[in-house]
């Protein structure tokens, strides 16, 4: 009987009973599934053929009849939400039929459909599978990689593999497989052996039956198991055997277990990736052999794998599925020429990473292993080797190169053979558990044995490996872990659940809204004497069923196995229960939850209550489980549970009660004697019999109660304790106490599971007390707490304790109180820990003795629990001693850690887990203490909880750091601190690139009532700040629209007759368009990286109006009516810098794909102009590497000249001195002297070669290439071919082959390693000065021995043609070297023979070029640029102004004068590259004069001397040099230039001096004021490219300087422009930096106050930024540590986010200051003034309580009387 008392007894409630139905079920059926059907119908009959062997549509429409019948199958599994973490709710994947459904749960709902998969033949298993995409394969940093989470989905002849990025991939299988594991570094497939394959004939090795796939990508490799041999010598091999069958497989732990189907026998494996010198050893031990016949088999292995790579897989739709293995009559026929399957594009192949077979042992096939007989036939053999079939293998090894293995298993257990063996005991079932104490168990369920065994296992010491155990088996049906709560579910073959935790039995599981068992049957109970006593031979199961029948009313269930029934009734007791339902077995058990099966068919989902509810007891429970003995631990936990949880168990408030007895009990405490336990109230019974038979609650106790609770199980448990047996106690008698008087003392029974603990349990106790205080929640917690172990401590006569307690809580601890005596021979077997003290230890008190300088012992504490103490005691010691060691120290002087022996690895792992990292740039203590802390984990929350005093150090920690932090702290330090500026920087640092606070998203519907001009989406808000006063913006966008019609103002004089008024109209228009095509390029400038486009739009592009509108009727004026001419193509480069303009505006940080570029194709041919100028934008922002190699091929084949030179620009700018081959062949194949010498010729149109010998020169830009070079340095002097091949504009490709040259060896100067033999300086001298051509060395030289027919250059250079590209190649290659002789080479020269010789125009480049080189000795002012004019000029030259001219016989006087003109620009424009950028004042000044001086030179009377074109070109050069200086900052002298030039149209004017003016507008305001220009090497390589000083003559001149290089000052720009965005508001507001500069030779380190947002100096310059006070929160960033963190600010839109001190405003409401708080009440004398409105509140805090509660308080009413509202104004007033 007490058997049966005890199963009730103990019983669990399991809660939350709901109906199961999987929820993809219902999902299916509404599933358009018919879907199948149609496809097939589209397909052409060719392709029917595919689907399995099934005949086309015959088998589809068989397949649609059986679709009623289908198998299903699910699984569920922890939700992992979106971020990667884990969340509590479940992911359930259902798989019936030909499709997947997997759902996910939510907060808000139960489940929803996620994703679902319909695939074409049946689903034979789906499941999760993380792939690792790692870049080495090694096994040690794995964890590092990216891991792409998927979902597989396997057929029978491939696996689909989707991942959730939305990548698929089609994997084919080269054998039938039977099961499919997903594993920590991929799938694991089992291959199925089917009866056919063992082949005939000679016997040969047999096939592996494990592979492994590491990537949807990735070969199938073989596994390879490594076995010890016989003498320690260990073997690895194939894993062949046939009888081997994985049973289970976990990841962590990387287990696998098999089942050996022949020893039957179950074995572990460690799952691990292979070492290399393992997969050599597998190939070689496979060859070594003996015999050739073993040679053979081991070729004849990789023969059967690869055989099939060249075919059987028929190549058509995605839609169809690849034949099955055993079809093998038609592979002959259709080779598959596909390395992948074909629904992988090929970029994605080449985008990962090269799999790891590529290359070396790649065998590339749809199937990759034969397992069939055919394939050693001599037909297979001659297709293999065919020629079409080696397409892609013929480079590679021979065919039977190895196929390397991936993954290895290690042994690790097998069970020990028991002694008689069940045909068939494989698991049926496997899971890993862990008890209550952390210990792990394998579990395994032998069904047919209906048992359960368990394995315990632990890691090594040393973690490398695990160690097995012993086996315990459990009787069971069924069985599932309970993760959750550390225990597992087992289902009896009675019927019954039961939990268990580890090995232990903890209680039944008693299910509410299902039936008990009713009747149960058991050798102890006497059985009924009907006809069940005869039974004892087998008897034929309906005469069994009839005659129970006789006995029970109820009727039986049907069972599954009439072999079970006979089994169950003589083996154990059988329950049969009521209504026929019982549980059938127990599945997908997913953290505390789990589903039942019951016998009809219907599921029930279950909940198991968790350990404890409240906190109090959770930690209680934590503490003493810590420092018992795990195996006491255990029971106790055991017993807490089985109390908890009883039908009908306590809820959450009584819970600490039920803990305390329970404890009380198990320490061998009477509790029902005690007076204060005794009169708890459980709200329902303690003792858990049964549920319904609550007990009525009674306020005062009687002695019943007593009674019953002596004869309750529990107490006749606690009675039957080994313990108490082995003690020989006597069991109490009931009747003798019954009258005994309360007052009397009670003794305790050492009997009892903890009593010997009880010191050890009631210190850990105190500490849970101590940790408690430190939260000011768990002041409820705490009173509770004290009087345990006021208890405890008086029974323990420990009355330091005591009076501690007192001290505390005097109310609660009375002085005197019922004391249970401890008899004193049996205090010998408590044990008193050795961390035990007699004082007892406090937190206060350790912390004020501190604070008072006195020495105090270490405070104890357990690891894990008291985090807090732990916290509290080291932040003291760092912050308040002062010692910085408090927190590095291991073995901490102030902390002692408390523990038995074999827990230390655990707490060590603990402390080091919260061990400080050292961190340089922490420097005083407060740093450290607020640094620290984040890394613990402590957050501004805890910070709350603190009691005050305690938490007074770390605030005061905080208020130093929140006044002065560091701008590179993680966001949780800057949350701590209470700055939530920093916090936000902090955390939009880590974003990757993308919308900024200031983008602006403007609707696309508010402008559409005026045309689109391209600028519309500017971020105006920002703009408003920086230029707040006045409307320059509007002017720039008026003066930059190319959209509108231009107003064509024409006087007709009276003798004009009407139609010469038509054609003067006209000609007035040509003149104007002029300057309309020039603004394309200005308005790019002004655009810049300001949108960001919608993915599912095309970029607008606005058009390019070349009409013209007449007043006073507004007439359109047209170029196309045929009244005059127009030169043809006029607008083919125009629209091409408008579709850069349009293409530029695309930020660097915009998500774009090589779909989105192909879209915006536009569909007719007149606008392929404006394409290619978008993709050579796209590539300037970085965009056109993601172009598909594919398009880039398609775009080059169309021949298009203009697409040709944007791609080929476009693509290297994208990769900016990369060396990237695939681009120099791109680039190569334009370029006749890149290719070799015997190449065809390809017609490559003269634009193209030069725009691909600039990418040249930006591909290998900086990198000094030597064959690069070399072959640049010819081209500057090629010569016109004998056919006149390179005649026409060979300037601009001399000039392109020179600045090349000068970008590849950029400011390499004199050390250019290797090629001191190709004389670089020199060769350029004389290609700069002249002379006798050189022999042209290199391959190319018989292309150039005949001269050319027409052009008669003789043996001499051309200097006319070299001159240019030479004198930049020099400024560029010594560029910053301050190389003095190169520099004189450069030098004008000084006589006027010499000047003759000399271009004016060559003068202009020269000085350039000098002064570039002499960098350091530019000097801001006039002085230093007259001081580059030579002597001879500077004395002879003309001052414009002057009338008459001075004569002079031997004296040039024009080319005096245009020398000294080019020179001075040439000066004046090295001035605006050294100084770009900068808005530095003297050099602004200085070129301010000069620009102003040439606008008089151009209207003086003897500017004709000099030439008009001359001063224009000057004008304009010095007008770009300004706007360089200016860079981004809109000066208004300089837009008033602009504009002054701007309305000049007439004369001299052409198309170039216009696009130079319109850029020097475009650079003015670069990217709206968000950009400046750098001066860093390259930026000045791709200036020079983009503001060459030579402009074209008209829109189609390309003769001098190819157009489209003028985009290329994009690379020259960096964002500079400072943001600072209120925090609260999300706002751009202005706020006062202070900028530190570097010294440098010019200046010391000064300091300069700017008001933000402001473009920054170049950040070399600086030392450190800060936001100065005292409006916003100081912030300081230094660039001293590294100016990564501030460029990252600047390239995500420069936003800096700051916060407005209390009582402050910002600077747009309050510009002066005069009205913060301070300031009103110094202003206010008068007494009714300082009345208090209610809107100040908010300058105090944003916070919307406090807010409100002012509103309410502070307003007056109407209806009260006026006293009344004073009376609440001063009350408030007075609050303030």
Known sequence: MSNFYEERATMIAAGDLQEFVPFGRDHCKHHPNALNLQLRQLQPASELWSSDGAAGLVGSLQEVTIHEKQKESWQLRKGVSEIGEEVDYDEELYMAGNMVIWSKGSKSQALAVYKAFTVDSPVQQALWCDFIISQDKSDKDYSSDEVEKCICILQSSCINMHSIEGKDYIASLPFQVANVWPTKYGLLFERS??????????????????????????????????????????????????????VFLHTDPSIVMTYDTVQGLHSVWALRRVKTEEGSAVLKFSEQGGTPQNVATSSSLTAHLRSLSKGDSPVGSPFQNFSSIHSQSRSASSPSLHSRSPSISNMAALSRAHSPALGVYSFSGVQRFSLSSHSQSPKRHSFSHSPSSNSNGSFLAPETEPIVPELCIDHLW?????????????????????????????????????????????????KTQLIFGSVTNIQAKDAAPVEKIDTMLV????????????????????????????????????????????????????????SLDEVLVSPVPELRDSSKLHDSLYNEDCTFQQLGTYIHSIRDPVRNRVTLELSNGSMVRITIPEIATSELVQTCLQAIKFILPKEIAVQMLVKWYSVHSAPGGPSDHSEWNLFVTCLMNMMGYNTDRLAWTRNFDFEGSLSPVIAPKKARPSETGSDDDWEYLLSSDYHQNVESHLLDRSLCLSPLGVSQMKDEDFSQNLSLDSSTLLFTHIPAIFFVLHLVYEELKLNTLMGEGVRSLVELLVQLARDLKLEPYVDHYYRDYPTLVRTTGQVCTIDQGQTGFMQYPSFFTPEPPSVYQWVSS?????????????????????????????????????????????????????QKPQAEQEESRLSFRHSTSVSSLGERLVVWMTNVGFTLRDLETLPFGIALPIRDAIYHCREQPASDWPEAVCLLIGRQDLSKQACEGNLPKGKSVLSSDVPSGTETEEEDDGMNDMNQEVMSLIWSEDLRVQDVRRLLQSAHPVRVNVVQYPELSDHEFIEEKENRLLQLCQRTMALPVGRGMFTLFSYHPVPTEPLPIPKLNLTGRAPPRNTTVDLNSGNIDVPPNM?????????????????????IDSAWIVYNKPKHAELANEYAGFLMALGLNGHLTKLATLNIHDYLTKGHEMTSIGLLLGVAAAKLGTMDMSVTRLLSIHIPALLPPTSTELDVPHNVQVAAVVGIGLVYQGTAHRHTAEVLLAEIGRPPGPEMEYCTDRESYSLAA????????????????????????????????????????????????????????????NVDVTCPGATLALAMIYLKTNNRSIADWLRAPDTMYLLDFVKPEFLLLRTLARCLILWDDILPNSKWVDSNVPQIIRENSISLSEIELPCSEDLNLETLSQAHVYIIAGACLSLGFRFAGSENLSAFNCLHKFAKDFMTYLSAPNASVTGPYNLETCLSVV?????????????????????????????????????AHHMALGLLFLGGGRYSLSTSDSSIAALLCALYPHFPAHSTDNRYHLQALRHLYVLAAEPRLLVPVDVDTNMPCYALLEVTYKGTQWYEQTKEELMAPTLLPELHLLKQIKVKGPRYWELLIDLSKGTQHLKSILSKDGVLYVKLRAGQLSYKEDPMGWQSLLAQTVANRNSEARAFKPETISTFTSDPALLSFAEYFCKPTVNVGQNVRMGHHSDCTVVL
């Open 193 to 246: 052996n089917s009866s056919c394959e063992v082949p005939p004939g000679p016997p040969r090795e047999p096939l592996p039956t494990l592979f492994s796939m590491l990537h949807p990508l990735d070969e199938i490799t073989p596994l390879v198991c490594k076995s010890a041999g016989l003498f320690g010598s260990s073997r690895v091999q194939y894993v062949v055997d046939h009888a081997m069958k994985i």
């Open 414 to 462: 097998t069970e020990t053979v028991p002694r008689l063996r069940k045909k068939n005991s494989q698991a049926s079932k496997v899971f890993i558990t862990s008890d209550l104490c952390g210990q792990k168990f394998l579990c395994y369920l032998v069904e047919s044995e209906l048992q359960l065994r368990c394995v315990k296992f632990q890691e090594s010491n040393d």
């Open 491 to 546: 289902l009896e073959s009675s019927g019954n659940l039961v939990l268990y935790t580890g090995v232990v039995r903890v209680g039944k599981v008693f299910i509410p809204g299902l039936p008990a068992p009713s009747l149960t049957m058991s050798n102890a109970m006497p059985r009924p004497s009907t006809p069940l006593d005869g039974v004892t031979t087998a008897n034929p199961l309906s005469k069994l069923l009839g």
């Open 850 to 902: 501190c604070l008072k300088g006195e020495g105090m012992p270490p405070y104890p504490y357990l690891p894990g629990i008291c985090e807090r103490g732990r916290l509290v005691v080291l932040s003291i010691a760092l912050y308040i001693l002062g010692d910085e060691s408090s927190l590095s120290d291991e073995s901490s002087q102030y902390l002692s850690r408390i523990s038995i022996a074999p």
């Open 1131 to 1151: 607008t083919s480069w125009a629209s091409f810098h408008n579709g850069v303009a349009a293409g530029l505006k695309i930020a660097p940080a915009s998500q």
């Open 1298 to 1357: 020179g600045l090349a040259l000068g970008m590849v060896c950029l400011g390499h100067g004199s050390n250019l390693i290797g090629m001191s033999d190709l004389n670089v300086p020199e060769q350029l001298y004389q290609y700069m000065v002249g002379g006798h051509r050189r022999f042209q060395a290199g391959m190319h030289r018989e292309k150039h021995k005949s001269p050319s027919y027409q052009i008669k250059e003789g043996d001499t250079i």
């Open 1519 to 1555: 007008l770009l040099s300004l706007a360089m200086v200016m860079a981004g900052s809109g000066n208004l002298k300089v837009l008033q230039l602009c504009r002054f030039l701007h309305m000049k149209t007439g004369g001299e004017m052409n198309y170039g001096f216009h696009l």
